[in-house]
């Protein structure tokens, strides 16, 4: 006979089937608040990443996008990882295809390329290193200066690495976030005139970072935003990547005050996830992402390859921001 629970929230129901499946909720800091709230863990890319490499869980639930729980299939072949919702891709991730980076390696026999963490598993699978938004300089400085690099897929990002590395066998490729593509400088010079003691701090992905570079106080990833804002003297905040970011921020702050550079920089992608659409996913063990061996093998080496090189990544970030 089929016996059916009655909880008194959602979130209890959340955690009951956690427990049932052995399962642990990983959530981006994009994600909205309710789910980041319920989660085990709420990090960046590479946070989820080192946190889905060592736990203990049978499954993992990714409340993320796609590519991100890839990196987790990617990096735990022994384990279930699930996702709320399909559709949850990434306008970036999907700039950049197998054949684009084929033909620049056939054109490029000794050059390397370094594949942001948002992209797809099989471009990772043809890549030689990745890198997150925290790491991107570090992994770049210490390829042989004599080695030409494909960076693929956010310009911005590239951009920023360029400047910061002062390369210049450096090919971008033209890829980038719609949402961190709305926000512009004048967005930003309009909150600092009315909020002239704030500080700036901005995602290396916006669209307008090389024009605004001087207005920043701080370039950071999602997590060295999350950090640095506990730390500051500062009392506020402009905020310059998806709105997302500002719910823990005002949780673990409550004191401060944090501004979104533009309140319409919100992706939809991440927006797919609901409350809801995890406890379907923990019922029916719903939507397997698996990322075929063979791709994942090949996939593994330049992901490993960027965990290796994070032991120190917070140290290095402060000193390239
Ligand atoms: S915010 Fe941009 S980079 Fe992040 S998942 Fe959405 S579309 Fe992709």
New binding site residues.
Partial sequence: MMTTEIYNSIEDEIKALKHKRNAVILAHN?QVGDIQDVADFTGDSLGLAQQAKKTNADVILFSG?VFMAETASILCPDKTVLIPDLDAG????GMVRVEDIRRWKAEHRNGVVVAYV?TMAAVKAEADYCCTSTNAVRVVERIPADQEILFVPDFFLGTYVQRQTGRTNMTLWKGY????DMINSEHLVRLKKKHPKAEIIMHP?CGCLTKSIHYADRVLSTDGMIQYVQTSAAREFIVAT?TGILHRMVKDNPDKLFIPAFDQAV?H??KQNTLEKLVLSLERMQYEVKVPEVIRVRALRPLERMLEMTSDAKSYQNKAC
Avoid at 177 to 180: I, R, S, T, Y
């Fill in positions: 994009y996008v990434c306008s970036l991730a948002n976030c719609h949402v961190h992905e998806e992706c992608y991440m």
